[in-house]
T-cell receptor
Framework: RKEVEQDPGPFNVPEGATVAFNCTYS??????FFWYRQDCRKEPKLLMS???SGNEDGRFTAQLNRASQYISLLIRDSKLSDSATYLC??????????FGTGTRLKVLA | DGGITQSPKYLFRKEGQNVTLSCEQN?????MYWYRQDPGQGLRLIYY???????QKGDIAEGYSVSREKKESFPLTVTSAQKNPTAFYLC????????????FGQGTRLTVV
Protein backbone atom coordinates (compact mmCIF):
# COMPACT_ATOMS: atom_id res chain seq x y z
CA ARG A 1 0.00 0.00 0.00
CA LYS A 2 1.34 3.44 -0.89
CA GLU A 3 2.02 5.81 1.98
CA VAL A 4 -0.16 8.50 0.42
CA GLU A 5 -2.84 7.78 -2.19
CA GLN A 6 -4.94 10.04 -4.36
CA ASP A 7 -7.37 9.47 -7.20
CA PRO A 8 -5.45 10.78 -10.26
CA GLY A 9 -8.61 11.97 -12.01
CA PRO A 10 -9.09 13.95 -14.13
CA PHE A 11 -12.13 15.48 -12.52
CA ASN A 12 -13.94 17.43 -15.23
CA VAL A 13 -16.44 19.84 -13.71
CA PRO A 14 -18.42 22.82 -15.05
CA GLU A 15 -17.75 26.32 -13.80
CA GLY A 16 -19.59 27.00 -10.58
CA ALA A 17 -19.63 23.37 -9.48
CA THR A 18 -18.47 22.05 -6.15
CA VAL A 19 -15.81 19.37 -6.25
CA ALA A 20 -14.11 17.35 -3.53
CA PHE A 21 -10.92 15.32 -3.44
CA ASN A 22 -9.76 12.84 -0.85
CA CYS A 23 -6.30 11.66 0.04
CA THR A 24 -5.63 8.63 2.21
CA TYR A 25 -2.48 7.99 4.21
CA SER A 26 -1.16 4.81 5.77
CA UNK A 27 0.91 6.00 8.72
CA UNK A 28 -1.34 6.70 11.69
CA UNK A 29 1.49 8.63 13.36
CA UNK A 30 1.41 11.32 10.66
CA UNK A 31 1.48 14.78 12.13
CA UNK A 32 1.27 17.34 9.37
CA PHE A 33 -0.91 17.59 6.31
CA PHE A 34 -1.00 20.01 3.42
CA TRP A 35 -2.62 20.60 0.05
CA TYR A 36 -0.46 21.95 -2.76
CA ARG A 37 -1.46 23.15 -6.17
CA GLN A 38 0.70 22.48 -9.21
CA ASP A 39 0.18 24.06 -12.60
CA CYS A 40 1.49 22.36 -15.71
CA ARG A 41 5.30 22.28 -15.82
CA LYS A 42 5.59 24.48 -12.75
CA GLU A 43 6.65 23.95 -9.16
CA PRO A 44 4.03 23.07 -6.50
CA LYS A 45 2.77 25.89 -4.33
CA LEU A 46 1.08 25.66 -0.96
CA LEU A 47 -2.69 25.93 -1.16
CA MET A 48 -3.45 25.32 2.49
CA SER A 49 -2.36 23.47 5.58
CA UNK A 50 -4.82 21.00 7.07
CA UNK A 51 -5.54 21.30 10.76
CA UNK A 52 -7.29 18.84 13.03
CA SER A 53 -10.22 21.21 13.39
CA GLY A 54 -10.46 21.76 9.65
CA ASN A 55 -9.86 25.06 7.96
CA GLU A 56 -11.39 27.24 5.31
CA ASP A 57 -9.91 29.81 2.98
CA GLY A 58 -12.46 31.47 0.76
CA ARG A 59 -13.87 28.83 -1.60
CA PHE A 60 -11.52 26.14 -0.29
CA THR A 61 -12.13 23.93 2.73
CA ALA A 62 -9.75 21.28 4.04
CA GLN A 63 -10.66 18.56 6.52
CA LEU A 64 -8.71 15.91 8.39
CA ASN A 65 -10.21 12.59 9.47
CA ARG A 66 -7.70 10.84 11.68
CA ALA A 67 -9.93 7.86 12.45
CA SER A 68 -10.22 6.95 8.77
CA GLN A 69 -6.81 8.38 7.87
CA TYR A 70 -7.72 10.73 5.10
CA ILE A 71 -7.70 14.41 4.30
CA SER A 72 -10.09 16.15 1.97
CA LEU A 73 -10.22 19.30 -0.10
CA LEU A 74 -13.51 20.91 -1.11
CA ILE A 75 -13.65 23.60 -3.77
CA ARG A 76 -16.88 25.56 -4.08
CA ASP A 77 -17.97 27.67 -7.04
CA SER A 78 -15.18 26.35 -9.27
CA LYS A 79 -13.41 28.80 -11.54
CA LEU A 80 -11.58 28.13 -14.78
CA SER A 81 -8.42 29.23 -13.00
CA ASP A 82 -8.81 26.37 -10.51
CA SER A 83 -7.76 23.93 -13.24
CA ALA A 84 -4.55 22.36 -11.97
CA THR A 85 -3.20 19.29 -10.21
CA TYR A 86 -3.80 19.13 -6.48
CA LEU A 87 -1.20 17.30 -4.42
CA CYS A 88 -1.69 16.17 -0.88
CA UNK A 89 1.34 16.05 1.39
CA UNK A 90 1.73 14.08 4.58
CA UNK A 91 4.54 14.28 7.06
CA UNK A 92 4.72 11.13 9.17
CA UNK A 93 8.08 12.04 10.60
CA UNK A 94 9.56 15.39 11.44
CA UNK A 95 11.44 15.93 8.23
CA UNK A 96 10.03 13.51 5.71
CA UNK A 97 7.40 15.08 3.48
CA UNK A 98 5.58 12.55 1.30
CA PHE A 99 3.57 13.66 -1.72
CA GLY A 100 0.62 11.94 -3.28
CA THR A 101 0.54 11.49 -7.05
CA GLY A 102 -1.92 14.35 -7.41
CA THR A 103 -5.48 14.78 -8.63
CA ARG A 104 -6.05 16.61 -11.88
CA LEU A 105 -8.93 19.06 -12.01
CA LYS A 106 -10.31 20.57 -15.20
CA VAL A 107 -12.95 23.24 -14.85
CA LEU A 108 -14.95 23.57 -18.05
CA ALA A 109 -16.59 26.71 -19.37
CA ASP B 1 13.78 38.69 -1.85
CA GLY B 2 14.22 35.39 -0.05
CA GLY B 3 13.72 32.27 -2.03
CA ILE B 4 15.06 29.05 -3.44
CA THR B 5 16.86 28.96 -6.77
CA GLN B 6 17.50 26.01 -9.01
CA SER B 7 19.78 26.00 -12.01
CA PRO B 8 19.85 25.33 -14.81
CA LYS B 9 16.20 25.37 -15.86
CA TYR B 10 16.87 22.94 -18.71
CA LEU B 11 19.71 20.45 -18.90
CA PHE B 12 20.66 17.94 -21.55
CA ARG B 13 22.88 15.01 -20.71
CA LYS B 14 24.54 12.45 -22.86
CA GLU B 15 24.28 8.86 -21.77
CA GLY B 16 27.10 7.91 -19.42
CA GLN B 17 27.67 11.45 -18.15
CA ASN B 18 27.31 12.70 -14.61
CA VAL B 19 25.53 16.01 -14.20
CA THR B 20 25.01 18.24 -11.16
CA LEU B 21 21.86 20.23 -10.47
CA SER B 22 22.22 23.29 -8.31
CA CYS B 23 19.88 24.30 -5.46
CA GLU B 24 20.48 27.40 -3.36
CA GLN B 25 18.25 28.98 -0.72
CA ASN B 26 18.55 32.20 1.26
CA UNK B 27 15.62 31.50 3.56
CA UNK B 28 17.87 30.24 6.36
CA UNK B 29 16.00 26.94 6.30
CA UNK B 30 17.55 23.90 7.95
CA UNK B 31 15.95 21.18 5.84
CA MET B 32 16.35 20.73 2.10
CA TYR B 33 14.92 18.12 -0.25
CA TRP B 34 15.24 16.76 -3.75
CA TYR B 35 12.25 15.29 -5.55
CA ARG B 36 11.82 13.77 -8.96
CA GLN B 37 8.60 14.11 -10.97
CA ASP B 38 7.79 12.09 -14.07
CA PRO B 39 4.98 13.03 -16.49
CA GLY B 40 1.57 12.56 -14.90
CA GLN B 41 3.15 11.47 -11.64
CA GLY B 42 3.55 12.89 -8.18
CA LEU B 43 6.80 13.83 -6.50
CA ARG B 44 9.13 11.07 -5.36
CA LEU B 45 11.74 11.78 -2.70
CA ILE B 46 15.37 11.27 -3.74
CA TYR B 47 17.35 12.67 -0.80
CA TYR B 48 16.79 15.04 2.08
CA UNK B 49 18.98 16.85 4.55
CA UNK B 50 17.99 18.11 7.98
CA UNK B 51 21.27 19.79 8.78
CA UNK B 52 24.64 20.65 7.30
CA UNK B 53 26.90 17.66 6.64
CA UNK B 54 24.05 15.19 7.08
CA UNK B 55 21.58 13.73 4.59
CA GLN B 56 19.31 10.72 4.23
CA LYS B 57 18.19 8.62 1.29
CA GLY B 58 14.63 8.94 0.14
CA ASP B 59 12.62 6.37 -1.76
CA ILE B 60 14.56 6.50 -5.04
CA ALA B 61 18.16 7.39 -4.13
CA GLU B 62 19.87 4.85 -6.40
CA GLY B 63 21.92 6.56 -9.10
CA TYR B 64 21.94 9.91 -7.30
CA SER B 65 24.29 11.60 -4.85
CA VAL B 66 24.13 14.79 -2.79
CA SER B 67 26.23 16.92 -0.49
CA ARG B 68 25.36 19.50 2.17
CA GLU B 69 28.52 21.42 2.94
CA LYS B 70 26.69 24.70 3.46
CA LYS B 71 23.27 25.45 4.88
CA GLU B 72 22.33 27.37 1.75
CA SER B 73 23.29 24.75 -0.81
CA PHE B 74 22.16 21.19 -1.60
CA PRO B 75 23.42 20.08 -5.02
CA LEU B 76 22.21 16.86 -6.62
CA THR B 77 24.42 14.78 -8.90
CA VAL B 78 22.72 12.47 -11.35
CA THR B 79 25.25 9.75 -12.05
CA SER B 80 25.59 7.42 -15.00
CA ALA B 81 24.21 4.68 -12.75
CA GLN B 82 20.77 6.30 -12.96
CA LYS B 83 19.27 4.38 -15.85
CA ASN B 84 16.31 6.61 -16.60
CA PRO B 85 17.21 10.16 -15.53
CA THR B 86 14.93 12.11 -17.85
CA ALA B 87 12.52 13.88 -15.48
CA PHE B 88 11.59 17.14 -13.77
CA TYR B 89 13.70 17.68 -10.63
CA LEU B 90 12.43 19.86 -7.80
CA CYS B 91 14.35 21.15 -4.83
CA UNK B 92 12.54 22.31 -1.70
CA UNK B 93 13.41 23.76 1.68
CA UNK B 94 11.52 23.82 4.97
CA UNK B 95 12.02 26.01 8.00
CA UNK B 96 11.37 23.50 10.74
CA UNK B 97 10.67 19.85 10.35
CA UNK B 98 7.19 18.61 9.85
CA UNK B 99 5.13 21.70 10.57
CA UNK B 100 6.03 24.27 7.98
CA UNK B 101 5.33 25.00 4.36
CA UNK B 102 7.80 23.58 1.84
CA UNK B 103 9.14 26.18 -0.56
CA PHE B 104 10.11 24.96 -4.02
CA GLY B 105 12.54 26.10 -6.63
CA GLN B 106 11.30 26.41 -10.20
CA GLY B 107 12.70 23.02 -11.12
CA THR B 108 15.24 21.62 -13.56
CA ARG B 109 14.07 19.66 -16.56
CA LEU B 110 16.72 17.04 -17.37
CA THR B 111 16.73 15.24 -20.69
CA VAL B 112 19.06 12.46 -21.78
CA VAL B 113 20.06 12.74 -25.42
Amino acid sequence: RKEVEQDPGPFNVPEGATVAFNCTYSNSASQSFFWYRQDCRKEPKLLMSVYSSGNEDGRFTAQLNRASQYISLLIRDSKLSDSATYLCVVSPLGYKYIFGTGTRLKVLA
Amino acid sequence: DGGITQSPKYLFRKEGQNVTLSCEQNLNHDAMYWYRQDPGQGLRLIYYSQIVNDFQKGDIAEGYSVSREKKESFPLTVTSAQKNPTAFYLCASIDSGGWSEAFFGQGTRLTVV
